[in-house]
């Protein structure tokens, strides 16, 4: 399922047009985005945990010229499946 797939499916679930299902899905997100940028968790019950995990620098290797480069530090975001999301799964 891709965002034009969901966009139609809760457009058809409640009625709206596919337009405003696409902005309540925009802002859904964007407040997803902002929080986490924050460095807030965001904590859907029954769904499931978005939050950051930083990552610390390192070094690795270029696999064709085997030459050590440098990765630099980073922040990742993180999804723990809630119980109800694994449940309806399993």
Known sequence: MNKNDLVAHVADKTDL???????VLDTIFAAIEGALKKK??????GFGTFSTSK????????????????????????????????????
Do not use: H, W, Y
């Open 55 to 90: 990552r610390k620098a390192g070094k690795g290797r270029n696999p064709r010229t085997g030459e050590e480069i440098k990765i630099p530090a980073s922040t990742s975001v993180r999804f723990k499946a809630g119980k109800g999301l694994k449940d309806a799964v399993n």
């Open 17 to 23: 047009s596919k337009a405003k299902a696409a902005e």
């Open 40 to 45: 807030q968790e965001v904590r859907l019950v």
